[in-house]
């Protein structure tokens, strides 16, 4: 193998490292709304925080099916604060 060649493959070789390290450091947006559904089953909201709640994982869902599980984790991550959790 040339030096050129080992030179290209290392770099290759920190680029997927970078990425897959970036993928890592973001929760699943299935498993985060399953938390969110957890907390909202038991949560004692007023009709308006409710509406809220259901208004922002409805949004999260939309980006989830997007495959943005960071967008998604962040509209979960308000609908959570909303529920006081």
Known sequence: ???FARA???GAL???ASISSAFAATAPCEETLKTLR???A???LSVADKAKVSD???KGIERCNAD???RADDFFAQAMKVMGK
Do not use: F, I, K, S
């Open 1 to 3: 193998m040339t030096r």
């Open 8 to 10: 290209v493959a290392g």
């Open 14 to 16: 920190a680029v997927c």
């Open 38 to 40: 957890a907390a909202e």
């Open 42 to 44: 038991t949560a004692t």
């Open 56 to 58: 922002l994982e409805a």
């Open 68 to 70: 943005d599980d960071t």
